[in-house]
């Protein structure tokens, strides 16, 4: 990806980490789901093609991955930021579209100031696909 004037760029508290997309997304998801919440994340998305990812030398991006594995949480091993969130692999075509969730609390929030913010609560009762991997709080049926 090509940095442009109208790239936006996101980093860690310290800048080990910096991730650059070409632009603010459509709208960002304040996701209520067992693990966004407890990260206090706000998720804009993008393709993974769009995404620049850099880490400064002797930085380490550290992976939580949990539930049915379908994707990665990335987060600085310096300052503890969760940055970005990852596919592990290509959701089924069923399943929505290919995508990486970036951390907009990373970014500068005067960029943000009028992008909609949308409550997530859906994924409440959205069970994995596995209820063995299900998180204790997690109030999906299964």
């Given at each position: 990806?090509?940095?442009?004037?109208?790239?936006?760029?996101?980093?860690?508290?310290?800048?080990?980490?910096?991730?650059?997309?070409?632009?603010?997304?459509?709208?960002?998801?304040?996701?209520?789901?067992?693990?966004?919440?407890?990260?206090g994340a706000a998720w804009g998305y993008y393709h993974p093609d769009e995404v620049k990812i850099e880490t400064k030398p002797n930085a380490v991006t550290k992976q939580y991955v949990w539930g049915d594995g379908d994707l990665s949480f990335n987060f600085c091993?310096?300052?503890?930021?969760?940055?970005?969130?990852?596919?592990?692999?290509?959701?089924?075509?069923?399943?929505?579209?290919?995508?990486?969730?970036?951390?907009?609390?990373?970014?500068?929030?005067?960029?943000?100031?009028?992008?909609?913010?949308?409550?997530?609560?859906?994924?409440?009762?959205?069970?994995?696909?596995?209820?063995?991997?299900?998180?204790?709080?997690?109030?999906?049926?299964?």
């Amino acid at each position: 990806m090509a940095t442009t004037d109208t790239s936006i760029r996101s980093s860690c508290h310290c800048g080990a980490i910096t991730v650059t997309v070409p632009r603010l997304p459509e709208y960002i998801n304040v996701c209520q789901c067992t693990i966004c919440r407890r990260y206090g994340a706000a998720w804009g998305y993008y393709h993974p093609d769009e995404v620049k990812i850099e880490t400064k030398p002797n930085a380490v991006t550290k992976q939580y991955v949990w539930g049915d594995g379908d994707l990665s949480f990335n987060f600085c091993d310096n300052c503890g930021c969760v940055c970005y969130w990852w596919p592990i692999r290509p959701p089924p075509t069923d399943e929505g579209e290919y995508q990486m969730g970036l951390n907009t609390n990373n970014i500068n929030p005067e960029l943000l100031r009028f992008v909609d913010r949308k409550f997530e609560y859906s994924v409440l009762m959205s069970p994995l696909r596995s209820k063995d991997t299900a998180h204790p709080d997690d109030p999906a049926k299964y």
